[in-house]
């Protein structure tokens, strides 16, 4: 641990001494943002779907952020809805809206890792349809929008029709995509290829009890754990809900954790990169990168404790001390990601790709956003 701490003490003062390159622009036009609603069936079968969505969130984030259009990095936005809990009322379909979109992917982690499943009746067209009805939409052609569905029983269920729901996503440009847990043909026995054909997307099926990841461990795991460790303290919550913020960001490093190392690394590559990252509305300095004017007009009252009662010029300092370890903690972590994959490289070739969740839907992202004119780095 001693000669892991003074890796991170050389190479900290190698890092302020050198000139930080520009970073890229945060705040994207309105048709560089990706809108996805991600709808799950919570039925009395689908614990593996829901373990999967907690688990993969971090590989469909981190494929959604090497997107760009125009010079500006993707902006995801995720909403969120679960369908078919006995718990809930008919009037409502069996549907409930758990999120609405935001960037704030600590909050969407916590949710995913709130949900418990629940028999019921499941009701396709009616979450879609309330989906396209409650989301708030960016109204723009030009942007990516996308719905996908997941589930195990038929697609027809309700007095709504899928035909209709699907076909009102299609006019509204909102691309269907429709995942069926279980077997091919009988997802398209049961009508859920044709949810995605009306709803110009793509059909998948998967094995919801399967896993995404090979569990082997590298030289780098650890290092990679610890600079995210030390990420974490780079943040300063700030306002009312400062704190619980900044808590709950250690709570989902634990939840990751909790699901497996290779998720909790996924979960740390997500952190490493600003723009996909941010959390500006409880940290002192993404709202102050957002807004180079934000300490100047903030209340003493509303700062953390550690910027209570200082002149402005020693608060600014201290900002930019924090933001200066954050880049290179966040640089540490990409770089021995690198290294991660090249090491895995060799392990995984060869080795099939498992039909779940989050593989699909980084399948058609991709596709669907490059036929929206964003570009993919590797």
């Known amino acids: 641990m001693k000669n892991l701490l ?20 945060l705040e994207n036009p309105p048709h560089n943002t990706i809108q996805l609603a991600l709808l799950l069936d919570v039925s009395n079968s689908m614990d593996g779907l829901i373990d999967q969505a907690k688990a993969e969130l971090w590989s469909i984030v981190n494929e959604a952020s090497k997107a760009s259009k125009n010079g ?3 902006r995801l936005e995720i909403g969120l809805y679960e369908y078919g809990r006995s718990t809930l009322t008919l009037q409502s379909g069996y549907v409930r809206k758990l999120v609405d979109f935001t960037t704030d992917l600590d909050t969407i982690s916590e949710v995913l890792f709130s949900l418990k499943t629940a028999g019921g009746d499941e009701f396709c067209a009616t979450v879609i349809q309330k989906s396209i009805e409650e989301l708030k939409w960016i109204d723009n052609k030009n942007m990516y929008r996308v719905i996908f569905i997941a589930g195990n029983e038929p697609f027809n269920q309700g007095k709504l029709t899928y035909n209709s729901a699907c076909a009102n996503a299609a006019e509204k440009r909102i691309t269907i995509n429709t995942i069926h847990c279980g077997d091919s ?20 099926y998967i094995n919801q009890n399967s896993t995404s990841y090979v569990e082997v461990s590298t030289p780098y795991d650890s290092l990679i ?11 300063m919550g700030y306002g009312k809900m400062g704190t619980y913020y900044w808590s709950n960001q250690v709570k989902q490093d634990k939840n990751a954790k909790m699901m497996s190392k290779e998720v909790a690394i996924k979960r740390a590559e997500t952190k490493s990169k600003k723009a996909s990252y941010s959390n500006k509305k409880w940290d002192v300095v993404d709202a102050n990168t957002a807004d180079s004017t934000w300490i100047k007009t903030t209340k003493d009252e509303d700062l953390p404790d550690t910027l209570k009662g200082r002149t402005l010029d020693e608060k600014k300092k201290i900002i930019k001390g924090n933001d200066t370890r954050r880049a290179y903690y966040s640089q540490q972590i990409a770089n021995y990601n690198r290294q991660r994959q090249v090491y895995l490289a060799n392990i995984k070739r060869n080795k099939p790709v498992e039909r779940t969740l989050g593989n699909a839907m980084v399948k058609a992202i991709r596709r669907q956003a490059m036929s929206k004119g964003f570009t993919f780095t590797d």
């Open 6 to 25: 003074l890796i991170l003490a050389i190479g900290f003062c190698i890092l302020t001494k050198a000139q930080t390159p520009a970073a890229p622009p």
């Open 72 to 74: 500006y990095t993707a």
């Open 185 to 204: 043909l009988q997802g398209v026995k049961e009508f859920w290829k044709e949810g995605a054909d009306i709803g110009l997307g793509e059909y998948f």
């Open 225 to 235: 754990q610890l600079y995210n460790d030390s990420l974490n303290t780079t943040y």
